[in-house]
Nanobody, 119 residues
């Protein structure tokens, strides 16, 4: 079993920065793919970014490309989402997720961390 715990959310002004962390415990070596998702009030959960293996390949949603950076430190069992130039539309609960394979459904989810961007 794997547990994922997000941290680092909070209140930030428009244009500000924030770094989210996702700490894994348990059978973390089994996790190949890690991703960030977010859900704003009244909206569906949406994909933000994904990172594979040792971090050599990443993919971003168009809405965050150039502003967010996903990374992972497998030695620390931790994934990060560095967010720059935050906008009000980035306000959401951010979730990290992990899966054993390259694609398919995510097997594990964190509980979420709130990010609020105020104008």
């Amino acid at each position: 079993q794997v547990q994922l715990v997000e941290s680092g959310g909070g209140l930030v002004q428009t244009g500000g920065s924030l770094r989210l962390s996702c700490a894994g415990s348990g059978r973390t070596p089994s996790i190949y793919t890690l991703g960030w998702f977010r859900q704003a009030p009244g909206k569906e959960r949406e994909f933000v970014a994904v990172i594979y293996g040792n971090g050599g390949r990443t993919t971003y949603a168009d809405s965050v490309k150039g502003r967010f950076t996903i990374s992972r430190d497998n030695a620390k069992n931790t994934m990060y989402l560095q967010m720059f130039s935050l906008k009000s539309e980035d306000t959401a609960v951010y979730y990290c997720a992990g899966r054993r394979g390259y694609d398919g459904e995510y097997d594990y989810w964190g509980q979420g961390t709130q990010v609020t961007v105020s104008s």
